[in-house]
């Protein structure tokens, strides 16, 4: 069961003509490099993030997706746009799809005699549709550490002690399927700590769970001076963008539309938003808020139109991330 292009020059032209040429190569050089940025019209890319093996012998795939818009959102239901073959089409997928790259989104766990099989997730939005490929080929096989890497955790950090960071831990307190009415605020509280402290904040600040972080202590990062154009606004020194480190819990929409539902207090990012100032882990200049003491996030979710909707929490060190999902039913 599965559970994831040159022609003759007159006299008077041919003094122009070599600025000419080179100007026509270095314009033609600069379209074929040029990468645009879109905020709309673009479609989703569904992405297979790679596999673990698990004790048991079977395996669990790690799904997640690029928005390639900076301000396009989609609701996508399950459905012929939005779902999973062979078998059911709902595997757990996200039906609401912030913009830009939002990686290891939801796993799924297959058989441990998956052999050569694949499992494939479909998506379209904007008219176009994208696969992405799930399996448990050996190029695809992936550990803690391969996951900070492909989010930037810990600041493109690729130490060693990464390989066993364990995740964040997660407990939504009260029910996890609830009922509220339109307008009526809805009360979340989610207790999180890091059992390892890893990786830790930059600050040195103690963080729910474990006090002493499992990887010696070293020189503590000088912090930047406030608005810092040194950290805003460096550019980028890797493919993937750094995250800040440390523990952070946010609540976001993963089943429904977001665009009728306010969180009080606004929630971190959980999507790629590397844009300074941007509310994200990767947002320059990566501040991460100092967590609550006693690890208990509190918000409020307030529904402006009926339907069903599902929240997640989602608790990250800046490396790992961990989920809880709340299913509510909103009234008139």
């Given amino acids: 069961m599965i559970r994831a292009r040159c022609g003759v020059l007159s006299q008077g032209v041919r003094l122009i003509a070599a600025p000419l040429v080179a100007f026509v190569l270095l314009a033609t050089s600069a379209s074929a490099q040029t990468r645009f940025s879109y905020s709309s019209g673009q479609p989703l890319e569904p992405a297979y993030e790679g596999w673990m093996q698990n004790q048991d012998g079977s395996y669990t795939l790690y799904f997640g997706y690029q928005n390639t818009n900076w301000e396009q959102e989609f609701d996508v239901p399950v459905g012929p746009e939005n779902s999973f073959s062979p078998g059911p089409a ?25 052999g050569t099989k694949e499992i494939v997730w479909t998506l379209t939005a904007n008219g176009v549709t994208r696969k992405a490929f799930g399996s448990v080929k050996s190029d695809y096989l992936i550990d803690p550490q391969v996951i900070s890497t492909e989010v930037g955790g810990d600041n493109g950090n690729l130490a060693n002690d990464l390989r066993t960071n364990i995740p964040p831990d997660l407990k939504v307190e009260g029910a996890l399927t609830r009922t509220v009415k339109v307008g009526q605020p809805l009360s979340l509280v989610a207790i999180s700590g890091d059992p390892d402290n890893l990786p830790p904040r930059r600050d040195g600040r103690p963080q729910p769970g474990l006090k002493k972080s499992v990887r010696p202590e070293g020189p503590r990062r000088p912090a930047a001076p406030a608005n810092s154009p040194a950290v805003v606004y460096r550019p980028p020194v890797a493919v993937t963008a750094s995250a800040g480190p440390g523990l952070h819990l946010s609540w976001t929409v993963y089943r429904g539309k977001a665009s009728v539902v306010k969180f009080t207090p606004d929630q971190m990012k959980t999507w790629n938003d590397t844009r300074a100032y941007g509310n994200s882990m990767w947002s320059p200049p990566y501040d991460i808020p100092v967590p609550p003491d006693d690890g208990k996030w509190t918000a409020n979710a307030v529904f402006s139109e009926p339907g069903t909707y599902v929240l997640r929490a989602v608790a990250s060190d800046g490396s790992l991330f961990t989920y809880e999902n709340v299913t509510v039913t909103v009234t008139p």
């Fill in 90 to 114: 709902d595997l757990g997928q996200p039906t609401h799809f912030y913009p830009r790259r939002n990686p290891f989104l939801f796993t799924i766990q297959v058989p441990k005699d998956f």
